[in-house]
């Protein structure tokens, strides 16, 4: 029973699958028309989206999915892995608290930022492995040892402390470029760009995310698992 509990748990705390949906869902919609990718988009990120390009829907949707690997699948395992249910259930709870009301907005800005620090500090670990997870994938198009370098030079250009190492991987597997400014509830942010490769996304690097996130995923649940089988006490 305590086994089937534990199971459970971990499947309605994984949010992976969920957002692979919405990744490929955003790129047929674009397919369609601008404006559907837009709103389509709109669905998975907390930025403006009724001004972005074609281009800047494109980039949202991978930020997002590289984002959401560590923070909705690797950080969720790494939790339960060390402190079982409760610590998984805990970071869930911080996490939530983060995406509704962590922002520098003058809305959130008083008491938002409490809740993005205790997030950062909860995915410290997480975000770094998901990056070293990703860029050992062995589903990932072949670059050499560039990419822990890439990963190393770009990892730190972003706002959060966390979540520039999962997208400077992702940038670097697929040779482009994220980041940039944005615009959230009316204010600007100028984050700066990881990557240099300008270059048009496609659906193909979509799909090749998508086999990326697959790969990681089941890296990191075979870790969970390992990890819970030389300490079955945190089970």
């Known amino acids: 029973m305590f086994i089937a509990f534990n ?10 699958t969920t957002l692979i949906r919405e990744v490929r869902a955003v790129f047929l919609a674009l397919d369609r028309s601008l404006e559907e990718g837009r709103q389509q988009v709109a669905r998975i990120v907390g930025r403006d989206t009724s ?19 560590s923070d909705g699948v690797v950080a969720p395992l790494f939790w339960f892995a060390l402190l079982g249910a409760p610590g998984m259930w805990t970071y869930k709870m911080v996490n939530t608290l ?26 410290y670990i997480p975000a770094r492995l998901t ?21 190393r030079r770009y990892g730190r250009c972003h706002a959060s402390p966390n979540s520039g190492y999962p997208e400077a991987a992702l940038a670097g597997i697929l040779d482009c470029r994220f980041g940039g400014p944005h615009y959230y509830f009316g204010e600007l942010f100028d984050k700066p760009y990881i990557g240099d490769n300008d270059r048009p996304l496609t659906t193909e690097d979509m799909r090749i995310a998508v086999r990326v996130n697959r790969t990681t ?8 698992l390992l990890a819970l089988y030389l300490n079955p006490l945190s089970a």
Do not use: K
């Open 51 to 69: 001004e972005l390009s074609a281009q800047e829907v494109r980039t949202a949707a991978l930020e997002t999915l590289a984002e959401n690997l």
């Open 131 to 151: 990056a070293l997870l990703m860029i050992s994938a062995p589903s990932r198009p072949p670059r050499g040892g560039a990419l822990f370098s890439f990963v």
């Open 217 to 224: 995923e089941v890296m990191m649940l075979a870790l969970a």
């Open 7 to 16: 199971a459970l748990t971990v499947f309605y705390c994984l949010a992976g």
């Open 98 to 123: 983060d995406s509704m009301i962590g922002y520098r907005t003058e809305r959130y800005r008083d008491f938002g930022c409490w809740a993005a620090h205790i997030d950062d500090i909860a995915n």
